[in-house]
């Protein structure tokens, strides 16, 4: 049994695999980082394996502590992956970028895939056929398009998330989520359209805290799973123990 840890920009996610078997998912804070992975190592006492990938400010170091009790996996460059990296800046490109790549590459074999994850920043990863890795975009995520409105303006307010009742908002607040929302959404249609003017054949997997809010309203036909991070950190473990 292994315990994967995602420590995101905003939050930290975890699961307990099995195999493929995903038994429970955990969402926190850096600040329980601690009392939670001790609190799931309570729980689940088969748990021989701690795998980390970590864009966020927690280090290598905050999991050394569970180096007697566990066998710590923190993803980083140096370890095996299924896809030939491209990137002109491979040691810059994020690790959750690279174990999403590495989870469309092994879930999705053969065939061109795009892998979007709208998360605190939103992720385009393009992986062909080949497994060649190729690169993407990154952009501000939604919840960092509302902050930035108000942190970088004098009259804007900090609005949460919500859906435009039109693409003319008719107020403050109507106009904020329409900018927000819909320029979201056209922007992402539009990267796919550019995609789809390149290569005719691709798979398209949304993924990240935004997934189920954006899911419905794009055009285009996506795989939508908010967990596909936390799973591709399960099938990028598993490729590390055949490929070490
Ligand atoms: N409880 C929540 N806390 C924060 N963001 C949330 C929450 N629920 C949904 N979201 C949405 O998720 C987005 C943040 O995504 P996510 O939680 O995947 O970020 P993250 O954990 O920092 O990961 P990453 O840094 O990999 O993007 C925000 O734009 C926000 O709208
Ligand atoms: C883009 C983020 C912040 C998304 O989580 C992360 O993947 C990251 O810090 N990347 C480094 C830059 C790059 O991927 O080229
Ligand atoms: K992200």
Excluded: W
């Excluded at 006492?45 to 400010?57: A, C, H, P």
Aim: hydrophobic share 40%; net charge negative.
């Amino acid at each position: 049994m292994i315990l994967v840890v995602d420590v995101g920009n905003t939050r930290i996610k975890g699961a307990v695999f099995e195999d493929a078997i995903l038994f429970e998912i955990f969402v926190f804070s850096k600040m329980e980082l601690q009392k939670n992975i001790e609190n799931i190592l309570k729980k689940f006492e088969k748990i021989t394996d701690l795998v980390v990938s970590s864009v966020g400010d927690v280090e290598k170091q905050s999991f050394s502590a569970y180096n007697k009790v566990l066998n710590v996996h923190f993803l980083s460059h140096e370890d095996p992956f299924p896809f030939y990296n491209c990137y002109a800046t491979p040691k810059t490109l994020g690790i959750d970028r690279m174990v999403l790549a590495a989870g469309a590459t092994l879930e999705f074999p053969n065939q061109n895939r795009l892998v979007i994850d709208a998360g605190t920043c939103v992720t385009y990863d393009f992986i062909d056929q080949e497994n060649n890795y190729l690169g993407g975009a990154i952009a501000p995520g939604l919840r960092l398009r509302y902050e930035a409105l108000h942190n970088f303006t004098a009259k804007l307010p900090l609005l949460s998330l919500e859906s435009p009742k039109d693409f003319i908002g008719t107020s403050t607040s109507e106009s904020i989520h329409s900018g927000v929302v819909n320029g979201f959404v056209y922007e992402i249609d539009g990267f796919i359209d550019e995609y789809k003017a390149r290569y005719s054949n691709f798979i398209i997997i949304l993924t990240g805290g935004d997934t189920d809010f954006l899911a419905k309203r794009l055009k285009n036909t996506i795989f939508a799973n908010s967990n596909f991070l936390l799973e591709s950190l399960n099938q990028t473990f598993q490729y590390k123990i055949k490929n070490d």
